[in-house]
């Protein structure tokens, strides 16, 4: 069984930027979605950003709407990882961000991915 695992989280004041990555240990099928979701405390896991295949020979990245413009999301397929770029942190980005990893025809439905992380803290202070 693939195991990802999250890295980059912290501590950080509004305004900072923070890189996540994610790493699988074996080989993640290009066809795979590789994605962000992330948990705040007291509210459900909610969907951030995923990269998934295109019929164009390119990967499509989908992003939730309130880190368009801010968060980049990216994915070295060599080193089975995918990173997370996030400029402009806001103290509602804080929350537990996970990184997920399936086969999907939903690309912001949770349920969907197969892998999952263990997650990685992200706090942003006001």
């Known amino acids: 069984q693939v195991q990802l695992a999250e890295s980059g989280g912290g501590l950080v004041q509004a305004g900072d930027s923070l890189r996540l990555s994610c790493a699988a240990s074996g080989r993640i099928l290009s066809s795979y979605a590789m994605g962000w979701f992330r948990q705040a405390p007291g509210k459900e896991r909610e969907f951030v950003a995923t990269?998934?295949?295109?019929?164009?020979?390119?990967?499509?990245?989908y992003y939730t709407h309130s880190v368009e413009g801010r968060f980049t999301i990216s994915r070295d397929n060599a080193k089975n990882t995918v990173y997370l770029q996030m400029n402009r942190l806001k103290p509602e980005d804080t929350a537990v961000y996970y990184c997920a990893a399936g086969l999907v025809t939903g690309p912001r439905i949770t349920n969907e991915y197969r892998l999952w992380g263990q997650g990685t803290q992200v706090t942003v202070s006001s």
């Open positions: 990269t998934i295949w295109s019929s164009g020979n390119a990967y499509f990245a």
